[in-house]
């Protein structure tokens, strides 16, 4: 039902832009979240949206270098990561709860895509 792209291999301070695209469209009205997880690490929330894009919120060690926002007619929500740095590489995904407001909790979410590798290395 979401389907995470846009990873790859970059060098620091480079830019990436990910893609969550929803397939239902019920879930294209819910508020969405990015989350990463790094090798022999928890699952850590990155960022948050909600349903028409008016409130997000951002973890603290990526807040104003990347940028959750979303487009519902195309059912899709993008994360820009700029500056990117060694401690950002991680498996992302995007997420989506039933519900129209932030989070930034795992189990406030439903729904989860597959995931795409972000891996920054110089």
């Known amino acids: 039902q979401l389907q995470a792209s846009g990873g790859g291999s970059v060098q620091p301070g480079d830019s990436l832009i990910l893609s969550c695209a929803a397939s239902?469209?019920?879930?294209?009205?819910?508020?969405g979240g990015w989350f990463r997880q790094a090798p022999g690490k928890d699952r850590e929330f990155v960022a948050s949206?909600?349903?028409?894009?008016?409130?997000?919120d951002y973890a603290d060690p990526v807040k104003g270098r990347f940028t959750i926002s979303r487009d519902n007619a195309k059912g899709t929500m993008y994360l820009r990561m700029n500056s990117l740095k060694p401690e950002d590489t991680a498996v992302y995904y995007c997420?989506?709860?039933?519900?129209?407001?932030?989070?930034?909790?795992?189990?406030?979410?439903?729904?989860w895509g597959q995931g795409t590798q972000v891996t920054v290395s110089s």
């Open positions: 997420a989506a709860r039933t519900s129209t407001t932030v989070a930034s909790r795992l189990v406030e979410y439903a729904y």
């Open positions: 239902e469209r019920t879930l294209r009205w819910y508020a």
């Open positions: 949206i909600s349903w028409n894009g008016g409130l997000t």
